[in-house]
């Protein structure tokens, strides 16, 4: 006979929903990471694909990043108006249709018009994951958000693997991105079937309670490390090549590297950062990051370092991102209005570096491109200083 009562079977269930929930969250940031890390490794595919030069087609990574930005300013409205995974699961499919167009696009433009509905797709994602967990989770978020970010850059690790293997095995461009639509619907079903967690009223606007300056400074350090993670992630594979340092399919091989030593270090990060200060983690990052570009900078003919220094690079970023939005926490109220303005930063950054990039990339060389990021970096980690700066004057020091 079962002992177990109504009020078990309840929290039995609750837990069951939960976790189902929480999976599809983890499913939809998987894929997101595979969306977002599939574009560097096939970029000299569509270029051939479309006709276009490296600096021409450089512009898809600017399309991607608008669309994202939009996406992001329009989640917090949608979302806090319908029913969060009517949303999501809607915009997760036609994330999957526009990945079914990228490889039929016979014109630029219209490649340039399905990046731009695919990132603002991933905006609405991106940010609908983040704002879902924590209205699933309530205080108890912190763990979970750690394995969302990781399950982004498993996806972002697997993704340019995928890329290199079906392209070596097919000849072509079109099953990669095949592939990855249709890993991207059966996450959208599955979302669309589960309930929506209750919305949450996240409380006013920190800005106007004298946190403004905080809130643009953490907004333009994200600006920063974006465009420096998405130039890495982008222009890496084209670096490479182009500056004889690997062959095709060592340069596709070298950004999964990047996107696996990225997401290790994510894995690694959740433990270091229950032992050290936000404060501490975010100036060891930095300090790995400006040391590993500047090596590869500085001895840029060396294969090894190339290796060793794109390591460096993934570890270090790891853990940036979601260490500076802890650091924003303990110093003031973080309302839905002001992620959005942290996502706006990291999607201007995405934005803008990897197009300047390449504009640079062909005028000046491929050398460019570490220079370029070197230079971003440095003048993230000095933002990051006048940050340190204001909030040792709020926390009286």
């Given at each position: 006979?079962?002992?177990?009562?109504?009020?078990?079977?309840?929290?039995?269930?609750?837990?069951?929903?939960?976790?189902?929930?929480?999976?599809?969250?983890?499913?939809?940031?998987?894929?997101?990471?595979?969306?977002?890390?599939?574009?560097?490794?096939?970029?000299?595919?569509?270029?051939?694909?479309?006709?276009?030069?490296?600096?021409?087609?450089?512009?898809?990574?600017?399309?991607i990043a608008l669309g994202y930005l939009v996406g992001s300013l329009l989640a917090g409205?949608?979302?806090?108006?319908?029913?969060?995974?009517?949303?999501?699961?809607?915009?997760?499919?036609?994330?999957?249709?526009?990945?079914?167009?990228?490889p039929l696009a016979p014109r630029l433009w219209l490649l340039v018009g399905v990046m731009?509905?695919?990132?603002?797709?991933?905006?609405?994602?991106?940010?609908?994951?983040?704002?879902?967990?924590?209205?699933?989770?309530?205080?108890?978020?912190?763990?979970?958000?750690?394995?969302?970010?990781?399950?982004?850059?498993?996806?972002?690790?697997?993704?340019?693997?995928?890329?290199?293997?079906?392209?070596?095995?097919?000849?072509?461009?079109?099953?990669?991105?095949?592939?990855?639509?249709?890993?991207?619907?059966?996450?959208?079903?599955?979302?669309?079937?589960?309930?929506?967690?209750?919305?949450?009223?996240?409380?006013?606007?920190?800005?106007?309670?004298?946190?403004?300056?905080?809130?643009?400074?953490?907004?333009?350090?994200?600006?920063?490390?974006?465009?420096?993670?998405?130039?890495?992630?982008?222009?890496?594979?084209?670096?490479?090549?182009?500056?004889?340092?690997?062959?095709?399919?060592?340069?596709?091989?070298?950004?999964?590297?990047?996107?696996?030593?990225?997401?290790?270090?994510?894995?690694?990060?959740?433990?270091?950062?229950?032992?050290?200060?936000?404060?501490?983690?975010?100036?060891?990052?930095?300090?790995?990051?400006?040391?590993?570009?500047?090596?590869?900078?500085?001895?840029?003919?060396?294969?090894?370092?190339?290796?060793?220094?794109?390591?460096?690079?993934?570890?270090?970023?790891?853990?940036?991102?979601?260490?500076?939005?802890?650091?924003?926490?303990?110093?003031?109220?973080?309302?839905?209005?002001?992620?959005?303005?942290?996502?706006?930063?990291?999607?201007?950054?995405?934005?803008?570096?990897?197009?300047?990039?390449?504009?640079?990339?062909?005028?000046?060389?491929?050398?460019?491109?570490?220079?370029?990021?070197?230079?971003?970096?440095?003048?993230?980690?000095?933002?990051?200083?006048?940050?340190?700066?204001?909030?040792?004057?709020?926390?009286?020091r």
């Amino acid at each position: 006979m079962s002992t177990s009562t109504p009020t078990t079977q309840a929290t039995t269930q609750d837990a069951q929903q939960k976790a189902a929930r929480t999976a599809g969250y983890y499913l939809a940031s998987l894929t997101l990471g595979l969306v977002t890390a599939s574009l560097g490794p096939a970029l000299s595919s569509l270029a051939e694909r479309v006709s276009a030069s490296l600096d021409e087609i450089s512009i898809l990574f600017t399309a991607i990043a608008l669309g994202y930005l939009v996406g992001s300013l329009l989640a917090g409205r949608v979302y806090d108006r319908a029913p969060g995974h009517v949303v999501m699961g809607t915009v997760l499919a036609v994330l999957a249709v526009m990945m079914v167009l990228v490889p039929l696009a016979p014109r630029l433009w219209l490649l340039v018009g399905v990046m731009l509905l695919a990132g603002a797709a991933s905006g609405m994602v991106d940010v609908g994951g983040n704002t879902l967990l924590v209205w699933l989770h309530g205080q108890e978020v912190g763990p979970f958000m750690n394995g969302l970010h990781f399950c982004f850059g498993l996806g972002a690790f697997a993704s340019p693997v995928i890329v290199a293997q079906v392209v070596r095995l097919s000849g072509d461009i079109n099953w990669a991105y095949w592939i990855i639509a249709s890993l991207i619907a059966p996450v959208a079903v599955w979302i669309l079937r589960l309930p929506s967690p209750a919305h949450i009223n996240q409380g006013d606007d920190p800005a106007k309670r004298g946190s403004a300056l905080m809130v643009v400074l953490i907004a333009t350090v994200l600006l920063l490390y974006v465009g420096a993670e998405s130039s890495m992630g982008g222009w890496i594979y084209s670096y490479a090549t182009a500056a004889g340092l690997s062959n095709e399919a060592e340069a596709a091989y070298l950004t999964s590297v990047f996107w696996g030593t990225f997401t290790a270090g994510r894995l690694l990060s959740i433990p270091l950062v229950r032992q050290f200060s936000p404060r501490a983690t975010l100036i060891a990052a930095w300090g790995g990051c400006l040391a590993s570009v500047g090596a590869m900078v500085l001895v840029g003919d060396a294969r090894l370092v190339l290796w060793l220094g794109t390591v460096g690079v993934g570890l270090s970023m790891a853990p940036i991102f979601p260490t500076m939005i802890s650091f924003g926490e303990r110093r003031m109220p973080i309302t839905g209005q002001t992620t959005s303005w942290f996502f706006v930063g990291g999607s201007l950054g995405g934005m803008t570096l990897p197009w300047l990039i390449g504009q640079l990339f062909e005028s000046m060389g491929p050398r460019a491109t570490m220079s370029t990021i070197l230079g971003d970096l440095a003048l993230a980690a000095v933002t990051f200083g006048a940050l340190l700066l204001v909030a040792g004057v709020q926390d009286g020091r």
